[in-house]
């Protein structure tokens, strides 16, 4: 039981990376287009 709950904790924080990776990424690219 605690591998899979393990397993899910990090499949859970790479997706958030993801997301937090593709914000970065349209922020900068806002940032570009108002300068």
Same mark, same amino acid.
């Given at each position: !039981? @605690?591998? &899979?709950? $393990?397993?899910? &904790? &990090? /499949?859970? +924080?790479?997706? !958030? /990376? $993801?997301?937090? +990776? %593709? +914000?970065?990424? *349209? *922020? +900068? %690219? %806002?940032? %570009? @287009?108002?300068?």
């Amino acid at each position: !039981m @605690l591998p &899979v709950c $393990l397993s899910h &904790v &990090v /499949k859970l +924080y790479t997706h !958030m /990376k $993801l997301v937090f +990776y %593709y +914000y970065c990424c *349209c *922020c +900068y %690219y %806002y940032y %570009y @287009l108002a300068s």
